[in-house]
């Protein structure tokens, strides 16, 4: 992935840099990061991945339950955390660091089940199925929502929905989209309202980590972008951004 032109920046920034970041967290969130068959795969975890130890950090990246992870992140002195969704709701929890892509937000049903889904009149008055610790339950609290289940995973979220628990779910299009392939399910048998807003997916870092390593990490995620990486990882894993 572009490995010496990363190599090249990193050796250039970490002789000002200092320490290294002291973790790296995130959770089970497909395509970005998370297990299958005994591995760990993920686009964003794979440019983090080889981005760490140029960047001085040898340890593992940390997989938490998204709300773990986050608390773990903004606890930290200097901790990096992705994906995360850039929204007000988290403007000042953490130093943005660098934009992976853009991704939206969307509802999703089953085809069987004839939900008007772009009629928020009718769908909130429904119980809809989010992510815990995702902006989605801000999101569709905006909107007038009040009957919000939280669940651990989007695997939980699709389960709720197919037993009839929920009228839909909410998640970001990468992310249900390729939670329904790895769950081995048709996408005809589902609906896509239309997005409810659209967000840039962070590596963001906690707000007592130091200036020159965010400065180091921003820059080898920039020059990672400039130089194709993060299009052909968005290719390998099959995504478009808006």
Same mark, same amino acid.
């Given at each position: 992935m ?10 250039l920034?970490?002789?000002s840099?200092?320490?290294a970041v002291e ?10 990061a ?9 686009m964003?975890?794979?440019? /983090? ?16 339950p ?5 608390a773990t992140a ?5 901790m ?8 007000p ?7 943005w /660091? ?33 992510l815990?610790?995702s902006?989605?339950?801000a ?7 009040r009957?919000?289940?939280e669940?651990?995973s989007?695997?939980a ?8 628990? /929920? ?8 992310v249900?989209?390729?939670t329904?392939?790895q769950a ?6 589902f ?10 997916i962070?590596?963001?870092a ?7 390593e965010?400065?180091?990490w921003?820059q ?8 194709? /990486? ?12 808006p």
């Amino acid at each position: 992935m572009g490995r010496r032109l990363i190599a090249l920046l990193a050796s250039l920034l970490l002789s000002s840099a200092g320490a290294a970041v002291e973790g790296i967290v995130t959770a089970d969130i497909l395509p970005m990061a998370y297990h299958q068959d005994g591995k760990v795969r993920g686009m964003m975890y794979e440019m /983090v991945q080889e981005m760490a130890p140029r960047l001085g950090f040898h340890g593992d990246i940390k997989f938490y339950p998204w709300p773990r992870a986050q608390a773990t992140a903004r606890s930290g002195a200097a901790m990096l955390i992705f994906p995360v969704s850039r929204t007000p709701e988290r403007e000042k929890l953490y130093t943005w /660091v660098a934009p992976f892509g853009a991704i939206r937000h969307l509802m999703l049903t089953r085809r069987d089940l004839n939900l008007p889904l772009d009629s928020h009149a009718v769908m909130g008055k429904l119980p809809v199925g989010v992510l815990r610790g995702s902006p989605h339950r801000a999101m569709l609290e905006n909107l007038g929502y009040r009957r919000i289940l939280e669940e651990p995973s989007n695997e939980a979220l699709l389960r709720l929905l197919d037993q009839n628990m /929920v009228a839909a779910i909410v998640s970001g299009d990468w992310v249900i989209r390729a939670t329904l392939q790895q769950a081995g399910r048709d996408e005809r048998q589902f609906v896509f309202g239309t997005p409810l807003s659209s967000t840039d997916i962070y590596i963001a870092a906690s707000l007592t980590t130091p200036e020159v390593e965010v400065l180091a990490w921003r820059q080898a995620i920039e020059a990672a972008r400039r130089d194709g /990486v993060i299009d052909r990882l968005m290719k390998k894993y099959g995504v478009t951004t808006p």
